[in-house]
């Protein structure tokens, strides 16, 4: 359809007015389009065409309001690096509306356009770094099958922000099934805000799990429901070696996506400790901590949802989180070690893996690549690591293993290779591509966008992004406001 055609909703204003604030987009100076995602578009039933026109640029920079919007940002409290803070709210996000598709509601929302209620002293913008970085990554999450928010479009404009210096300011045009946080709970149970949180929590499970409207004790299994999807989350982001960076309550989705995208790393060398956020100085939210942080998030969920439900009998959901989350992370690193099915011992085998590869400092995406390709000579493996002997070690027991394999040499490959990428977005990467852009050179942004979305392709004309991170850019931290 055209842009003029389309007709936004806006379920979430059903709710009571205190989970959210009317408020309208403050265009950017100087918009113009950086890149549009076609895929996204199809989603939403809008036709390609329209991605090229300035009416869509406009659409994007907030300065064009199609029939239905009635802007508005949502209200949320949240634990932030394990310390409530009782209001807190899109302070940079603003939803437009919603468009039904086949699938359900997905819903708009423009990240940067601008100051709302809940800014506190902020300015309600967000930066052409910050931008690019969240642009890419939600979609190569979803290229690697990882729930995720999505983003229609990205732009770029004149209007300068200031950040300990001065940039650009941008504009990303993010979609999600669902925008409610953890915290958005926890806002009105810590405040006793009683019937809007009733009512918010019939919302999430219209909105997230309507295969649950009407059961009677439909408010335990939305809890538990959010557990499995939750542990999954973890499992996923553990086996891909993504480290979120800033886990906080409001940035956790009711609906088990990965939203938010800050201070993100995928892994250069395997480091269990590693802690991409240079503001975690304690390390709450390293690489390693990521599951735990999962149930204490949820526990805080727990206590936010006990009006409405009983504890003790969310405590038992909680519970089963620990088993969900084993389970299937020694599902996917199973299949990410090509093994027909999971053996007990076979978690020794990943035990010992992991540890080489921390000892070894290994890069932990090249190192699955090249194993996705192992035939018994070791040679291109050896080459992974450091030293050869812990290498050695560790492939004499997997050869091994590989014994109990019925499948063959060439099968066992072909499914490595379609569970093991050749390319996650590295933040030096990223930062080669925000460079670049910075000049108004949208090439890499291009470049690295293709490899987003199949992670799993050779790619040849990219081939040295697929190599190891260069030493100079390894486990670098980076801000909130990345």
């Not at 990240?111 to 979609?139: C, F, N």
């Not at 926890?186 to 919302?203: C, R, T």
């Amino acid at each position: 359809m055209k842009l003029k055609e389309l007709h936004l909703n806006s379920p979430y204003l059903s709710l009571p007015s205190l989970c959210y604030d009317r408020v309208k987009p403050t265009p950017l100076l100087g918009a113009y389009l950086i890149h549009a995602n076609s895929d996204v578009a199809k989603m939403l039933q809008i036709d390609k065409e329209e991605l090229d026109t300035e009416h869509f640029t406009a659409f994007v920079n907030g300065a064009l309001a199609v029939e239905g919007s009635d802007p508005f940002a949502m209200c949320y409290a949240g634990h932030q690096f394990g310390y409530f803070v009782e209001r807190l709210g899109d302070g940079r996000a603003i939803n437009i509306g919603s468009v039904a598709t086949p699938q359900g509601f997905l819903h708009l929302q423009l990240k940067g356009a601008g100051q709302t209620k809940y800014s506190r002293d902020g300015d309600g913008r967000a930066v052409l770094r910050s931008s690019i970085r969240e642009y890419l990554m939600s979609e190569a999450m979803h290229g690697l099958g990882i729930a995720t928010t999505r983003a229609l479009a990205l732009v770029g404009s004149e209007h300068s922000v200031y950040r300990g210096e001065w940039e650009k300011g941008a504009i990303v045009l993010r979609v999600s099934p669902s925008w409610v946080r953890f915290g958005t709970f926890e806002y009105f149970a810590h405040h006793k805000k009683y019937k809007e949180l009733e009512a918010l929590v019939e919302y999430a499970i219209t909105e997230s799990y309507p295969h649950l409207v009407g059961k009677s004790n439909a408010y335990l299994l939305f809890f538990a429901e959010v557990v499995s999807k939750t542990a999954m989350l973890m499992a996923q982001w553990q086996a891909v070696g993504f480290s979120h960076g800033v886990m906080n309550t409001d940035n956790m989705s009711i609906h088990g996506l990965t939203i938010d995208y800050g201070p993100y790393a995928f892994l250069d060398e395997y480091d269990f400790r590693y802690i991409c956020n240079h503001t975690d100085t304690h390390g709450r939210y390293s690489f390693g901590s990521q599951p735990a942080i999962g149930e204490w998030n949820l526990r805080a969920l727990m206590k936010a949802l006990s009006p409405m439900a009983s504890e003790a009998s969310m405590q038992d959901a909680l519970m089963a989180y620990g088993k969900l989350y084993t389970e299937h992370y020694l599902y996917l690193m199973g299949k990410k070690l090509g093994l027909d099915k999971l053996e007990p011992n076979d978690i020794e085998l990943i035990r010992h893996l992991l540890g080489m590869m921390q000892g070894l400092r290994t890069d932990y995406t090249l190192f699955f690549r090249t194993l996705s390709r192992y035939d018994g000579d070791r040679k291109a493996l050896l080459g992974v690591g450091l030293y050869h002997q812990p290498m050695h070690d560790w492939l004499d027991v997997y050869d091994e293993r590989l014994k109990k394999n019925e499948t063959t040499t060439e099968q066992r490959h072909a499914k490595m290779l379609k569970v093991n990428p050749k390319f996650v977005l590295k933040n030096y990467m990223l930062q080669e591509a925000i460079d670049a852009a910075k000049t108004k050179d949208f090439s890499l942004v291009n470049q690295l966008f293709k490899i987003a979305q199949n992670p799993y392709d050779e790619h040849f004309e990219y081939e040295r992004w697929a190599g190891a991170t260069p030493d100079a850019f390894k486990n670098k931290k980076l801000s909130c406001s990345s």
